[in-house]
């Protein structure tokens, strides 16, 4: 007896839950300190450029693999290539669930942080003091114990399944993040300084757009924003009905998660600028100090200079950017969760706890050895994992999956021309633009 698999109710269920997924800590955290780090005007005019080429296609590739399957991220791809090469796919579907670990590994992290922050927001409110400090400190200690809880949390939501858990809480909460960016962008502009940062992140300098180290972060930054190549988009495409009309609902998904990251570059580098002009050390040599640590510099900040009601706004965003990481996190672990309910017949819960359990022993790993670990693992994940896994699923709609008439079918049932074009376009042109970056990415390192 076939076990009916738990789904999206709607389509609107859907985009929602895939925008959760795509809006994150990369569109509020990664994007503006990339930005920043790479020439503002320059990295914005890149990074929507390979938005549009490559990580929507590899967005639509991904959730179109996942809904014509309607299977895990490992049975899909087994599925797609079954004809031709299934051992390879299911390799491939495995080092998308490794992909899935480590970006969860230092996710989860990154995500304490706003998680501790916006109770050091709270506590300082309530006059806890020294509470406070210890929250808004960075610390391996506050790292133990704020990764454990928000996998925690993540997990919890998981294993309440996909109607009652993930897309009831993806559709909450969003436009109230949108709202505050936009709120804070309004009275960042009026602040001194701003308008040099302005300048910076919206003219772009031409020169540096041909860098090749610019593109590739570029394009590791739009995978990572766009959530593809792990699997993610994947599981939810297959939690949706066979729908013949993907590309309507991914250009939505694109479309909000672009404009939510320029918002948060249109927020976070003018901050900077008023910071520095503040008298805030930023930038050593072009590069920004602390890096990761940018925002719990910079938007401090800010909010001390807005008096009394700065420290409820910084408890709101904080908390915001605590559940818009939330949902990130929840498609990334059902990634695994899915294969382990599907394929090994796990229960629901048993798979969430396994799979949280494995997500916490990564992350330990990586507190314990954080200055070698952290940015390596985001830079293997987001420059090569990423980048070719997507590779891996132009070739498998364009030429493996019945031999690349998969895809021509689909073309063909469809009479628009745009539709022949967009399937020419995924079968001929992506996989050679993305293998034209991957050479670059080779002669680099
Ligand atoms: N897109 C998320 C963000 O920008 O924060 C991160 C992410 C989620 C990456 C899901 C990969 C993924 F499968």
Redo the contacts with the bound molecule.
């Keep these: 007896m076939s076990v009916i698999r738990d789904s999206f109710h709607s389509r609107l269920g859907f985009v929602l839950a895939a925008a959760g ?11 503006p300190t990339q930005a920043a780090n790479n020439g503002g005007g320059a990295f914005l005019f890149v990074y929507l450029i390979v938005t549009v080429l490559l990580a929507v296609p590899a967005l639509y590739a991904e959730i179109y693999l996942g809904n014509q399957t309607q299977k895990n991220s490992v049975s899909a791809l087994m599925q797609a290539c079954q004809q031709t090469m299934p051992k390879v796919g299911k390799a491939a579907g495995l080092i998308g669930l490794l ?2 670990i480590m ?1 969860l590994s230092f ?1 989860t992290i990154v995500a304490g942080w706003m998680l501790a922050h916006a109770l050091g927001a709270f506590a300082e409110i309530a006059g806890f003091m020294e509470l406070a400090t210890w929250l808004n400190t960075w610390s391996i200690e506050r790292n133990l114990l704020f990764t454990p809880i928000f996998i925690f949390l993540g997990a919890g939501i998981i294993h309440q399944g996909v109607n009652a858990g993930i897309e009831k809480w993806s559709s909450r909460l969003m436009p109230l993040l949108l709202f505050m960016l936009i709120g804070l962008i309004v009275y960042i502009l009026q602040q001194p300084g701003a308008s040099e940062g302005l300048a910076v992140y919206l003219i772009p300098d031409f020169s540096q757009v041909t860098n090749p180290e610019l593109v590739v972060s570029a394009m590791g930054q739009a ?11 994947m599981v939810y495409g297959s939690y949706m009905k066979k729908d013949k009309n993907l590309g309507k609902l991914v250009l939505s998904i694109a479309a909000l ?1 672009t404009f939510i ?1 320029f918002l948060a570059g249109l927020l976070i580098i003018p901050a900077l600028y008023v910071a520095q002009h503040a008298g805030q050390e930023v930038f050593a040599n072009g590069q920004l100090i602390g890096e990761d640590q940018l925002i719990f510099q910079v938007l401090p900040t800010l909010f001390q200079s807005m008096g009394d009601v700065g420290l409820i706004v910084a408890g709101a965003f904080f908390s915001l950017l605590s559940i ?2 939330l949902t ?2 929840i ?2 672990t059902e ?1 695994p969760v899915a294969y382990l309910v599907d394929d090994k017949k796990h229960s629901r819960t048993k798979a969430t706890w396994l799979v949280s359990a494995i997500v916490f022993c990564a992350s330990l790993l990586v507190i314990s050895f954080f200055n070698q670990l952290f940015g390596l693992v985001i830079q293997v994940l987001t420059t090569i994992i ?1 980048p070719l896994m997507c590779l891996f699923y132009f070739i498998v709609i364009g030429w493996l999956w019945q031999r690349g008439n998969k895809l021509r079918e689909h073309a063909a049932i469809n009479e628009r021309t745009s539709v022949k074009l967009w399937a020419n376009y995924l079968r001929f042109v992506c996989p050679i633009l993305l293998s034209i970056v991957f050479v670059n990415v080779a002669v680099l390192n």
């Design positions: 997924s795509a809006i994150g800590l990369g569109n509020i955290w990664g994007f992909g899935a970006m996710y995978f990572f924003s766009l959530s593809v190549g792990v699997g993610g988009m998660d990251a818009a990481a990130s996190t498609s990334v990634v990423q």
